[in-house]
């Protein structure tokens, strides 16, 4: 589970397989609302059994105080700084580099606290279960079963659940991985061109497909 800290605040965020930066409020993972970030600035994804980072913007992004080159990634360590930007100087240092996992996070206490899910778990403990989560292998999904009327709910991503009085959510981090970034390449016998245009402002995005016609 890739884990990222803010040094100057010390606060710790788990990354999703596929983990969106930038400011575009509900297109993103993690908001970076600064003026010089972009709407998607960077994305940080799980990659052939390894974290890379891939810059997106305009702006630029540093590893190690080092500009890295854009639309490539850029595999990630243990102990590497990633800054998003050169005028707001946050720093991100990445201090853990595990396969993605899902989890059940607590709403109001330590990151510390998580709980790394498997395919079953009785909550708060095997003992005393007030519920049962489970992963759904068929379906791709998680389930919780309350042991009280046994009433069976599809869980969500970032969905509440409480248990033992406290409040958990659940954090889908390899659900995503689906999602990677893609490299377009021509085709030899493509007679199709895609044009692809974003205003300056990166507002507007427009994608045109053009038949060429073949001699």
Known sequence: MAVL?????????????????????????????????TRIHAVI??????????????NGVWLNDKKISKNQNIPLKKGDNIRFSEVNNAVYQVICVDPPRDLLLPENASHEDVIFLEQYHFLPDNKQPEVIVFFDSQQHCWYYETMQDHLLTLMSDGQNLYIGGQSWYLFQAESTMQEKTVELKRQPNNNLEFIFSLSLDEELAELKIKKIKLH
């Open 5 to 37: 800290k803010h040094i100057e605040s010390q606060s710790k965020f788990y990354l999703r397989a596929f983990h969106r930066f930038g400011r575009l409020v509900h297109s993103v993972d993690t908001l970076l609302d600064f003026p010089e970030i």
């Open 45 to 58: 994804e799980w990659l052939n059994e390894q974290w890379c980072i891939n810059d997106l913007s305009k």
